[in-house]
């Protein structure tokens, strides 16, 4: 008799980058960090409740196109009652995913994921919040203050995954959110809950259950500064959708970024701001970073920065003072400091522009950091406006790429960048001589080289 053998492997994971290992070792090897590698035994499967099968037994069945395709056509997203989170979301949820939304703590997680629950059950969605963080009455409160007063809203204080599993048969929500993933934990799993094997574990299990039931599960997961703490990163190919909540605590603004979209276009940003009555979509996204601009100021140059699929408006700023120290100083924020000295010694070499007595101080305002080639022209202008003490048109915008032989280069969607520039009356932007297109309701100055930007923008220098 011959007995069919399959050799178990056991692996190794990092917790912090989720790089796989053969061997157990002190440090990751992809990623540096110390003490992350966890122990995973494949043979996972063996840990599910007794009379399931396994998800790959389910699933291996031919299915008809024509009949598959009207049952998801059926699934209409859920809208989230947002329209910067159906912006985000292309339309909403849909039924039967898996979401993670990550970020650090206090930046907004708890409060979104409410909103959106509230919305739900005013659809009559049956929802249910998840979480074992916080007390029932602490939930009940925040759903209470957040509008959601006499909306029904399931509230489950546990952190046993059976237990989960059981409510989620049992009380048939269609839209749930587990607050965090990292909290929950699987009795039959040794680890501790929040490590790779537990994260894992929980997460595919309550997916299973997403699938099979149609319900829009999303996980909340806590992400440090450096984005280092197990859970989101391992869960990333696990789920279907991952959005990443950002913002500075002491500000009130806040964008969702959307990195992986199984159900639409990835790239798309939700914008929020945060106030007393929670999250608010943040009107104005586009001209956002300029709401605290001085018009008018010598030094100062806008560029249409294209942050995903979305235009934000960017004030970029400079100032230029004489020297007292033996080496000229250059400083910058928001931009890169290679890219400045490039762009000074362009402004030397093929503008003629001395700068080489002069502190060179370079930002981009309201925290924003433009890694966008095509943001040149605008450092430019900055700098020389800052020079000469001579502000330039505050409605005029500047987009383009500074070779090194003082060329400019076009940019990339210059139609998106304008048309939405636009609407909030810059009606006019210097760009590079190869842009071909036009732009209704933009006058498009071309130019060759930053010599020829410099006269268009009637910038002159001492
Ligand atoms: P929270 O959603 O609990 O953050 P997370 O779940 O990501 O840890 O909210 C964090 C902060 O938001 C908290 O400091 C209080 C503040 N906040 C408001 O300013 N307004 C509100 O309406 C709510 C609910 C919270
Ligand atoms: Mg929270």
Redesign the pocket.
């Known amino acids: 008799m011959v007995f069919a053998m399959t050799a178990i492997k056991i692996h190794f994971l990092c917790s912090g980058c989720g790089a796989r290992h053969l061997q157990w070792s002190g440090r990751c090897s992809s990623c540096s960090q110390w003490n992350t590698l966890e122990e995973v035994h494949p043979s996972a499967p063996a840990a599910l409740p007794s009379g399931r099968r396994s998800h790959a037994a389910n699933s291996i069945s031919v299915v008809d196109s024509a009949e598959l395709g009207a049952r998801y056509h059926s699934l209409n997203a859920i809208p989230t009652g947002s329209g910067e989170l159906d912006r985000a979301f292309g339309g909403g949820l849909v039924p039967g995913s898996v979401t993670l939304v990550g970020?650090?703590?206090?930046?907004?997680?708890?409060?979104?994921l409410t909103q959106f629950l509230i919305n739900a059950s005013k659809r009559d969605l049956r929802s249910l919040y998840v979480s074992a963080e916080e007390s029932q009455s602490q939930l009940a409160d925040?759903i209470y203050?957040?509008g959601g007063k006499g909306s029904s809203i399931g509230i489950l204080v546990a952190n046993d995954l059976a237990q989960i599993e059981e409510q989620l048969t049992t009380y048939k929500p269609k839209v749930v959110v587990i607050?965090s993933i990292q909290t929950v934990s699987d009795a039959s799993v040794v680890s501790l809950a929040g490590s790779v094997n537990q994260v894992r574990q929980c997460a595919s299990r309550l997916s299973d259950i997403a699938k099979r039931e149609g319900v829009a599960l999303i996980f909340?997961g806590h992400v440090t500064k450096d984005g280092s703490l197990a859970g989101p990163r391992v869960l990333e190919h696990l789920v279907d959708t991952v959005a990443y909540?950002e913002g500075d605590?002491d500000a009130s603004a806040r964008i969702l970024r959307v990195v992986k979209h199984r159900f639409g276009p990835v790239g798309d940003l939700g914008m929020f701001e945060?106030?007393?009555?929670?999250l608010a979509d943040l009107a104005n996204a586009t001209g956002f970073h300029l709401l605290d601009r001085v018009p008018g100021q010598a030094g100062s140059s806008v560029f249409p920065a294209l942050d995903g699929r979305r235009v934000l408006l960017t004030e970029v700023q400079a100032l230029v003072v004489p020297t007292f120290s033996e080496q000229a100083r250059r400083v910058v924020t928001g931009f890169e400091a290679n890219r400045l000295l490039l762009i000074l010694a362009v402004l030397e070499r093929k503008a003629g522009i001395k700068l080489q007595n002069k502190d060179v101080f370079l930002s981009v305002a309201g925290g924003v950091r433009l890694s966008d080639p095509a943001a040149d022209l605008a450092v430019v202008v900055a700098i020389v406006s800052a020079l000469s003490d001579r502000p330039v048109d505050p409605k005029l915008l500047f987009l383009g790429e500074v070779g090194l032989g003082g060329e400019i280069r076009s940019a990339s969607n210059v139609g998106r960048r304008l048309s939405e520039s636009c609407r909030l009356g810059f009606t006019r932007c210097i760009v590079g001589a190869s842009f071909s297109g036009a732009v209704a309701g933009v006058s498009l100055s071309k130019v060759k080289d930053v010599r020829e930007a410099l006269q268009e923008t009637s910038l002159t220098f001492r």
Do not use: Q, W, Y
């Open positions: 970020g650090e703590p206090g930046v907004g997680k708890s409060t979104l925040r203050r957040l607050d909340v909540f605590r945060m106030g007393n009555s929670g």
